[in-house]
């Protein structure tokens, strides 16, 4: 690639890193709320390291991985890049949760205890606790990972308990829909499901939900979190 090409590229996704954060804040707006309490995770599965350095040369330093090895690989090369924070979101198998255990900061996918009571016990003693959020099927599909409404409790007050984890709040992926009312919907019953739980364990302070086809209405109804990826760094190969 020449290196005139390789500037035309950066300025791509500078260009769409700024789109992201200025929909971020006119969604903020329109749901009178302040945009500076919105995170937002760019999320970097299938993107080269080439990539990630572009976006943390903007400003980025949330970065979000579904895929275990290729994480870890990602994670190894951008040492140098010290203050970035990555946030694992993808399902967890448990012969990959001490690699996730060693090398992320955060954990979105977290939806049962026998995962949490792997990732407690694999966390190295030298690292700050695991932060910790509990992603919900909200809209019950069959194939997709996340536990049911009633099993939040349980699950809550086991990792409230584990030592080298800290539960921060709930991750959810709903069904997708066109539709404004659906997903706020969704978002909405989310979002009851974290004031309640904020009421047993006041320290949590995270609501991940919204990606780009549904941010506003993610926003709208208090994600403290959004996950954009295709929107940032373009379409996944």
Same mark, same amino acid.
């Given at each position: 690639?020449?290196?005139?090409?390789? !500037?035309?590229?950066?300025?791509?996704?500078?260009?769409?890193?700024? @789109? %992201?954060?200025?929909?971020?804040?006119?969604?903020?707006? /329109?749901?009178?709320?302040?945009? /500076?309490?919105?995170?937002?995770?760019?999320?970097?599965?299938?993107?080269?390291?080439? !990539?990630?350095?572009?976006?943390?040369?903007?400003?980025?330093?949330?970065?979000?991985? *579904?895929?275990?090895?290729?994480?870890? !690989?990602?994670?190894?090369?951008?040492?140098?890049? *010290?203050?970035?924070?990555?946030?694992?979101?993808?399902?967890?198998? *448990? /012969?990959? $949760? %001490?690699?996730? %255990?060693?090398?992320?900061?955060?954990?979105?996918?977290?939806?049962?205890?026998?995962?949490?009571?792997?990732?407690?016990?694999?966390?190295?003693?030298?690292?700050?606790? &695991?932060?910790?959020?509990?992603?919900? /099927?909200? *809209?019950?599909?069959?194939?997709?990972?996340?536990?049911?409404?009633?099993?939040?409790?349980?699950?809550?007050?086991?990792?409230?308990?584990?030592?080298? &984890?800290?539960?921060?709040?709930?991750?959810?992926?709903?069904?997708? @829909?066109?539709?404004?009312?659906?997903?706020?919907?969704?978002?909405?019953?989310?979002?009851?499901?974290?004031?309640?739980?904020?009421?047993?364990?006041?320290?949590?302070?995270?609501?991940?939900?919204?990606?780009?086809? !549904?941010?506003?209405?993610?926003?709208?109804?208090? $994600?403290?979190?959004?996950?954009?990826?295709?929107?940032?760094?373009?379409?996944?190969?």
């Amino acid at each position: 690639m020449t290196p005139q090409l390789t !500037d035309k590229y950066m300025v791509t996704i500078a260009e769409r890193l700024t @789109s %992201a954060y200025v929909r971020i804040i006119k969604a903020a707006k /329109n749901a009178q709320r302040n945009s /500076n309490e919105i995170t937002l995770l760019a999320v970097s599965k299938t993107k080269p390291c080439e !990539d990630i350095i572009t976006a943390y040369e903007h400003g980025q330093r949330q970065f979000g991985e *579904s895929y275990v090895q290729e994480a870890v !690989d990602k994670i190894a090369q951008l040492q140098p890049y *010290s203050d970035i924070i990555w946030h694992f979101i993808g399902p967890i198998q *448990s /012969n990959k $949760s %001490a690699l996730v %255990a060693t090398n992320f900061d955060w954990v979105q996918s977290v939806d049962r205890i026998k995962i949490a009571k792997r990732l407690n016990s694999q966390r190295p003693d030298n690292k700050p606790p &695991l932060n910790i959020l509990i992603q919900v /099927n909200i *809209s019950n599909e069959e194939a997709k990972s996340g536990c049911h409404l009633d099993e939040i409790d349980e699950l809550a007050d086991y990792i409230s308990q584990c030592e080298y &984890l800290t539960l921060r709040g709930l991750m959810a992926i709903p069904a997708k @829909s066109d539709k404004l009312e659906t997903q706020t919907q969704y978002f909405k019953q989310l979002q009851t499901c974290f004031d309640k739980l904020k009421t047993q364990y006041p320290h949590i302070d995270t609501l991940s939900m919204g990606m780009s086809g !549904d941010v506003e209405a993610a926003i709208s109804a208090g $994600s403290t979190m959004v996950r954009i990826g295709t929107d940032i760094f373009g379409t996944r190969t």
